[in-house]
Every structure is written in C-alpha cells, then in structure tokens.
C-alpha cells in the first residue's frame, strides 16, 4: 500500500509540475502582440502579432505623426485671435498664437506609445490611419517611421504564418493574448546589458530588431567565413576590437565582426521596463550583454492602463502656477504617449504616467524625476529641451494658458 501510494504522489508531482512548465510558458506569450487582422476584402485572421521584422511585444513603441494639432477640438481659435488684449493672467496668452501663426505649418505633431495603450487601428490609406486606444480617444495619423505602411505577420491559429502588405490591411483590433497561445517566434529576448554607465535589466531587443530567441543575428570570422547564428544559442555577446565576441551556451566562443548585428553599425540595444519605459543603449556605450531566463512575464496587454488625460501643475519662473489638464510640447496631450530624452549614448522613451516631475535645468537639459525615485538629467530632444514648444494648460472653467518652456520651473503630474 506505501508502495502505491509513493507512486500515486510520485506522479501527482510530475503532473504538477508539467503543469506549472505548461502555465509559466504560457504566460511567456502574455507579452506578445495579439489581435485580429481584417482585410480591404473582408477576409479576418486572428493570432499573434509582428511588424514584419520588428515589434511584436506589447512594450514596443508605435510611431506616427498626428494630422491635426491635439488642441484643435479644445480651442476656437478665431475667437482667441479676437481677444487682442487677454494675456496669461486673464485667460489665453497670445504669445501663443504667434507662435502657431508662425509655425504651425511646420510643426509636427509626433504621436509615440507602447503598443499596449492601443485598441485598433484602422487604415485610412498607405499613409494615413485612424489610431483608437483603449480609452476609445481617436487619433488621425499619418505613417512616421514606417509603423503605418509596414508588412504585417500574423501566426493565425488554424491557418499558420501570413503575411499581408499595408496597403491589403483594413484594420487591425488588438485583444489581450489568449492564455492557451504558445508563442510562434519563440521567447522573448531576457537579460542584462552592461554599459559604461552601469547595467540595466529588462527584456531586449537587439540591433533594434532582434526581440525573441528565434530571431537571428549575422557576422563574418576572421577568415572571412559568414556565420549566422540563433538568438536562443547565445548566452554572452561582450564588444571587443571591431566588433562582439560571443559566447555560445554550449560554452564555445566565436569573435564576429563586418556586420550591423555585432559591430559598430549597430542601430542600439533597447532594454523594455516597467518602471523607466524603454531605453537605448548606443554601440559606444555598450561593454556586453547576458542572456538570461526572464524571472516573470514581460507585461501583458491587461497591465498598460487605460490613458488618460495628462494632468499637473505648473509653475512658472515668475512663481504662478496653474492645475488642470496640459498638452506638453503642444503634441503630448494623453499619459500613455511618451516624453524622449537622451544621455550621452543612451535615449529614453518614457511614458507620462511613469513621470513624477521635470525641472528644466537649462537650455540644454530638464532633470526628469520618475515615479520609482530614479532622477535623469535629459536633453537633446525638444520634449527636454528649449525647442519645446511650451505647454498648454487647461484649469477648470477657464481658458487655456500658454507658458513657453523657457519661463517653466516645474511640473508636477498628477
């Protein structure tokens, strides 16, 4: 009898732990793009998701240009070019208008989230689309970076690996991925990258476009021989000479160099967090990375919250401050967009509700203080610097005031 019950528990435990393997895999493939791709013919397939051979992580970042300013359903513009004499402290500052009458034909209207602030997109023409987030807010845009005119993969599940050109594409509904799908590419890419500016942890992606462990990377050997090599066989990639030597899992090392994936015409490391957005790590920074099993889930589609309006307050340098609802930079208006500012060789994309305050420093530089504590000193972007086009804020029952960066001393967001 203790015999048969050892090996009734015995096998209790395999299936447990069949079972535990089975769920961990599983949501692996949480964080993977997922939807439903619906033809100019009609034609819909459902699976998961990639942008060609780049995005396909519900943390990768979509791109385009807003058609119209995010202000125009928000102001009558005719009606404020009429009030000659309102200034900051009455309403709505002209200094403002100026500078729209002046540049508003040559500003563009940037429009940069994770794709898990997105609801559906559907296509207007090659170039143009209608944006849907979560919230169900509607955005008109037009192709910026590609992300707008790109080849679509869809792993559908009774049908297999599809391809579609843009311009075939109706629309495309994003859906929080189903618990019993198995990735189709593979893992996501896991580890730590060491920079000459201390290591961040996260989920990867390399060359700008490596993200899973079946995506490849190429290089030559000293002799000239091109050797191609799977993501998932790495373990260690270390920048050395002109380009990488990487450490196979097997233990075996080979030095490759003469290519983007493994040289100096590397595009940049991306490393995808929840708690500072994605950052970029350039080639001239980069010391190694190490591969290694994700400890949990890169984040799902149900994790990145409903956006909503960016709320604050604004002080200036005269001492006013103002509360209510702001369009920063005048293209940032919702919390899941995101605010770009650079370091050196290393970038950040970090989405507004990851953002406690900003003080522009200078100039050149805003100290930028994130929700988790972390403080970074940005610049290079207009979003961090002078080239910002100011911020607009809404307080309740009033007109909008404009405050030009240059006279902001800080913004709290709420």
């Keep these: 009898m203790f015999i048969k019950y050892l090996k009734y ?8 732990c069949a079972s535990l393997t089975t769920n961990a895999q599983q949501n692996l493939s949480s964080g993977f793009l997922y939807g439903k791709v619906t033809l100019n013919n009609g034609e819909h397939y459902e699976g998961q998701l990639r942008w060609e051979n780049e995005q396909a992580m519900w943390g990768d970042l979509f791109n385009a240009i807003k058609l119209e300013p995010p202000y125009h359903d928000a102001i009558d513009l005719e009606k404020v070019r009429s009030q000659q004499n309102n200034d900051s402290e009455s309403g709505f500052d002209m200094g403002f208008m100026k500078l729209w009458e002046d540049r508003a034909p040559q500003i563009k209207y940037y429009f940069k989230c994770q794709f898990g602030a997105l609801l559906r997109i559907r296509s207007i023409d090659s170039e143009r689309a209608e944006v849907l987030l979560k919230d169900r807010s509607a955005i008109q845009c037009k192709n910026f970076k590609g992300d707008l005119n ?50 961040f942890e996260g989920f990867i992606t390399w ?11 190429d290089g030559y050997m000293q002799g000239g021989t091109k050797v191609t090599l799977l993501m998932k066989d790495i373990q260690k990639i270390q920048s050395e000479r002109d380009g ?3 450490t196979l899992k097997s233990g075996r090392k080979v030095f490759l160099g003469r290519h983007d994936d493994v040289g100096k015409g590397n595009h940049g490391i991306v490393i995808r967090t929840k708690e500072m957005g994605n ?8 010391i190694s990375v190490k591969f290694f099993e994700a400890p949990h889930a890169a984040p799902s589609y149900d994790e990145f919250p409903l956006p909503t309006a960016i709320r604050g307050q604004v002080t ?38 990851l953002i406690a305050s900003l003080i522009p420093e200078n100039y050149n530089y805003t100290l930028v203080e994130l929700k988790n504590g972390t403080e970074l000193l940005l610049g290079k972007r207009d979003d961090v610097t002078y080239k910002n086009l100011g911020i607009l804020i809404w307080e309740a029952n009033k007109q909008p005031v404009y405050i030009p960066f240059k ?3 800080q913004v709290l967001f709420k």
């Design 150 to 199: 790109k080849g679509i993969s869809i792993f559908d599940r009774s049908v297999g690996l599809l391809e579609f050109d843009w311009e075939t594409i109706k629309q495309i509904d994003f859906i929080s991925t189903p618990s019993n799908v198995r990735s189709s590419i593979g893992k996501p890419l896991y580890g730590k990258v060491l920079t000459n500016n201390g290591s």
């Design 9 to 16: 528990l015995y096998f209790t435990i395999v299936c447990l």
């Design 279 to 286: 950052i970029k790590v350039a080639w001239n920074s980069f």
């Design 207 to 217: 060359d700008m476009e490596e993200r899973t462990e079946d995506d490849l990377i």
């Design 407 to 409: 006279n902001v001393r």
């Design 244 to 246: 990488s030597m990487i």
């Design 316 to 353: 200036s340098t005269e001492g006013k401050s103002y509360e209510g609802r702001l369009l920063f930079d005048l293209d940032e208006s919702i919390d899941a967009e995101v605010l770009d500012g650079e370091n050196d060789d290393f970038s950040y994309f970090i989405p507004f509700n």
